[in-house]
């Protein structure tokens, strides 16, 4: 039986997950349990929307006034936990 990963394991590594970096067992485990995990869910769709949207902001070269984006990391930041707490 595999080992299966579990929500902090998924959480370190979903920036490599997105990019796709991973090796095909790990990106089959962080599959598996985002499919089976309610709250990896939500943040993984949620952390993938803010993705695609700030590559759009960047295709468009949109300026982001350093006190939003202050606002948006300190959000990030705070809210960076995969069960939300």
Same mark, same amino acid.
């Given at each position: 039986?595999?080992?299966s990963y579990d929500c902090e394991k998924c959480f370190n590594l979903l920036? %490599? $997950?997105i990019e796709g970096t991973l090796d095909e067992e790990r990106q089959e485990k962080i599959? %598996?349990?985002i499919r089976t995990c309610g709250p990896c869910i939500n943040y993984f769709?949620? $952390?993938e929307k803010t993705t695609q949207l700030l590559k759009v902001l960047k295709e468009q070269e949109a300026t982001v006034p350093k006190a939003t984006q202050a606002r948006i990391k300190d959000?990030?930041?705070k809210n960076?936990?995969?069960n939300g707490n």
């Open positions: 039986m595999k080992d920036i %490599d $997950y599959r %598996d349990h769709k949620t $952390y959000f990030v930041l960076s936990t995969p």
